[in-house]
């Protein structure tokens, strides 16, 4: 499981990633983030699956947590244990399927769909976003406190994302989340090690 005191995790998004991609997630791998959500929206199926195989075998030289995204049969045929999806995906998600991961989270930006994902049977979710990004340009940042109100509405853990640094981040743990989801940090940076020791002395 993914649930701890405070929990950093990495979303990715090769396309901001100036490295070699397969080289800079066994470097966030080596840095022991709480999960890595291999999110690449724009990969049609079978090729996503091809580069989870890689990534899962990473992850796993690391003993890190990698949830897939979206695509439920490619991560149950690569018997991934942790599977991140939309809100539309969850609902059509059969009981069968739910079984095969230990972990099963999704993407919530309201109250109620925070509710529905916790009926669903998630065992977290992530809400957002929270602070102005670049990754939402024009779009409204939803606050600290949607944040509050969606951590006090459901029992599962929440997962904050948008706009996260080291200056802000204490205010989200104030808030009750579980932890954080960082794309663009982690993509971007120089060191991942360091990167992530901003931050993990939160909750402690």
Known sequence: MIISMFDVICVTNRSLCGDDFL??????????????????KDLPEQEYQHLARRVLQLCRSYDVTC????FVDAAIVLDAAAIHVPLPVLRKMTAKQ??????IGASCHSVE????????NCTYITAGHIFATDCKQGLAARGLDFLKTVC???????YAIGGITAENVYAVHSAGASGVCMMSGFM???????YLRKFEKVGK
């Open 23 to 40: 080289q800079r997630i066994e470097e966030i791998a080596a840095a022991h983030p709480a999960g890595i959500i291999l999110r690449e």
């Open 67 to 70: 949830i897939l995204h979206c």
């Open 98 to 103: 739910k079984a095969q991961f230990i972990t």
């Open 113 to 120: 769909e925070a509710v529905e994902a916790e009926q669903l």
């Open 152 to 158: 006090e509405s459901v029992s599962i853990p929440v």
């Open 188 to 194: 971007k940076c120089r060191d991942a090690a360091a």
